[in-house]
């Protein structure tokens, strides 16, 4: 006879294993669904027949689009069911990359199959995945030139940021004279320097550099200030003790407890730097993604803007996601507290 503790034990294991089982059949189940929603998109763009006043009817740039996701999609849930960890993550973000497939099939059937959307406006995904194929050379040269101003404009704001920063939060002699000006002149948007910029410096890309910079200083110098002050005094008075200078305690301690609160600051000035960016390019540059989508868009070219805003939108991610990889690596014991 089994006592009523073995019982209820053996009772959990029990129930313990079937969740297990309906986890696994779950997760087998939701690598199906990006197939399904890629499936859906594609059947869409072939059975039904593009509305008769559809321009450019022979471009089939979707279609070998949405077959080369369909492709990758079955591979990787064939590939999910020999291993656990990429069944796991390609599970999780299942519902995500099948709804992308039913969203890409509404925008199909609102734009190319009805015109129930302005063609000029919004025109078929086909004509805007056309503009990679017909601009490629153009736009690769357009993405070196915002790289190049962006980095640029990043290493400078980046540096002149931690320094004041460091300055502000630090010494009170320092900030006493400079968070007054901080606090006048960083809550001004970039944009707003232009003027001033262009007389500043001969060339446009001086000025462009110094709008994004200018963006980037503002945030990093508010949050590495922040991050210094907010250091616990307890860890200064231990090191003191110790027999630490002034400049130890800030290099070993001040400034390393800080790393998150710049990091952070670094996450929001790139963001904000994108909007910076946009608004450099139109001071007289003749390449960019910037410029080229403001062109376009004084053309009525309307597929050509929503190719460059998704080259931007993919740009701004991998930026950001490799800022958080390097963020990750080096504050391995805060990894998770803020994700991307």
């Not at 009772?11 to 079937?18: C, H, N, P, Y």
């Not at 492709?71 to 990429?86: A, G, K």
């Not at 407890?257 to 390019?281: K, R």
Request: glycine share 8%.
């Amino acid at each position: 006879m089994l006592t009523y503790a073995e019982t209820e034990g053996f009772i959990r294991m029990s129930e313990g294993l079937q969740g297990e089982k309906n986890r696994k059949l779950q997760w087998n189940y939701r690598t199906v669904i990006p197939s399904a929603g890629l499936l859906i998109a594609l059947l869409t763009e072939v059975m039904i027949p593009n509305h008769k006043d559809t321009k450019y009817t022979d471009l089939t740039n979707l279609r070998t689009v949405l077959i080369a996701a369909l492709s990758i999609s079955l591979l990787l849930c064939l590939l999910s069911l020999f291993i656990p960890r990429l069944r796991k993550r390609y599970a999780y973000e299942g519902w995500f990359i099948g709804g992308s497939g039913i969203f890409v099939t509404l925008i199909n059937i609102l734009t190319a199959k009805t015109h129930l959307l302005p063609q000029l406006y919004f025109p078929s995904l086909s004509r805007v995945f056309n503009v990679y194929i017909e601009d490629r050379d153009f736009l690769l040269t357009c993405i070196l030139s915002s790289f190049t101003l962006l980095v640029e404009g990043l290493i400078i704001g980046t540096i002149a940021g931690v320094i004041t920063g460091i300055l502000v939060g630090w010494s009170k002699s320092w900030s006493y004279w400079i968070y007054p000006i901080i606090r006048i002149l960083g809550p001004i948007p970039s944009s707003t320097w232009i003027p001033l910029a262009l007389i500043i410096f001969s060339a446009p890309k001086g000025a462009a550099i110094f709008l994004i910079a200018f963006g980037v200083w503002f945030q990093i110098t508010i949050l590495t200030s922040s991050g210094i002050q907010a250091t616990k005094k307890s860890y200064f008075e231990v090191s003191s003790t110790l027999g630490a200078s002034s400049l130890q305690n800030l290099f070993h301690i001040a400034i390393p407890d800080a790393l998150p609160s710049i990091f952070l600051g670094f996450f929001n000035a790139t963001c904000s730097s994108f909007v910076a960016l946009m608004a450099a390019e139109m001071m007289g540059v003749k390449s960019g993604l910037g410029w080229y989508i403001n062109w376009q868009k004084e053309m009525i070219a309307y597929p050509n803007v929503y190719a460059g805003l998704i080259i931007i939108a993919g740009f701004c991610y991998l930026f950001i996601t490799l800022q958080f990889k390097v963020r990750d690596k080096l504050l391995k014991w805060q990894k998770g507290v803020i994700k991307w």
